[in-house]
């Protein structure tokens, strides 16, 4: 019974001192910070302290962690927050970045990139990063379906990534797409049956560019069906 009134005794007297204890640090942990470089740590902090939510020097037990994470999270940039005290009196943010997988540069919508979600973040001025860029005359809509599919296409086979430097859109929806090697167009149509339409090409550039040479022709059109057309120079 001694035992058992000590314990309790102890969980309310040092808890309580615990929580009555001020905060004395708040740390800002970016996470994948080597590999993504939208978010930076002062920014964070910045951003706590314009809604007077900064928590050094205040007791514990009045830190509302649940706001301050939600402050952190009208960044664009911020995928999501944790925020939580430790034992020693800090508040911790741990942040997660949003990661690009499209960067559009749209006639009509301006510069933004598509993440791995699928939904539009701003670009960042302080780091830039490789993805497929698409041009040309794209709405939000058709970055957010068509271009989202099309680009997470590529970054799950690094081998095509490689190959194109750009994905141009046309008026009505149509793709043109810039390769790295050789000076030619190749023109895809609708992004419909895509993978179909590059293995296609594939096997074109083992037939025909390898064996004619990569010179011979200015655009590679892949629209139709069980047909490659090659427009010569």
């Known amino acids: 019974m001694l035992v058992i009134g000590y314990l309790i005794f102890a969980i309310f007297y040092f808890g309580g ?24 740590a002062g920014d ?24 301050i994470r939600e402050a952190i999270e009208t960044n664009e940039l911020v995928e999501s927050a944790d925020v939580f005290s430790t034992p020693r009196g800090a508040i911790i943010a741990s942040i997660t970045q949003r990661e690009p997988v499209l960067r559009v540069i749209s006639e ?23 993805v497929p860029l698409a041009t040309g005359f794209i709405s939000q809509e058709f970055a957010q379906n068509c271009l989202f599919d099309f680009a997470m296409f590529l970054n799950r086979n690094p081998n095509w990534n490689a ?39 594939a096997l074109f550039v083992e037939r025909g560019l390898n064996v004619l040479g ?20």
């Open 214 to 233: 990569w010179n011979r022709y200015s655009e590679i059109n892949l629209r139709f069906e069980n047909q490659i057309v090659g427009v010569r120079r």
């Open 17 to 40: 001192r615990s929580r009555a204890r001020e905060c004395i640090t708040f740390e800002v942990i970016v996470r994948d910070s080597l590999r993504l470089q939208f978010v930076q």
């Open 108 to 130: 009509t919508n301006g510069s933004f990139f598509v993440d791995n979600n699928g939904e539009i973040m701003p670009v960042s001025p302080n780091f830039a990063v490789r």
């Open 44 to 67: 964070i902090i910045e951003l706590v302290r314009e809604h007077y939510l900064y928590p050094v020097g205040k007791p514990l037990n009045e830190i509302n962690t649940l706001a």
């Open 163 to 201: 190959w194109f430097e750009q994905i141009v859109v046309e008026r009505n929806q149509h793709v043109v797409l810039i390769p790295r090697i050789g000076d030619f167009r190749i023109i895809m149509g609708s992004l419909d049956n895509y993978t179909t339409k590059l293995n296609n090409f």
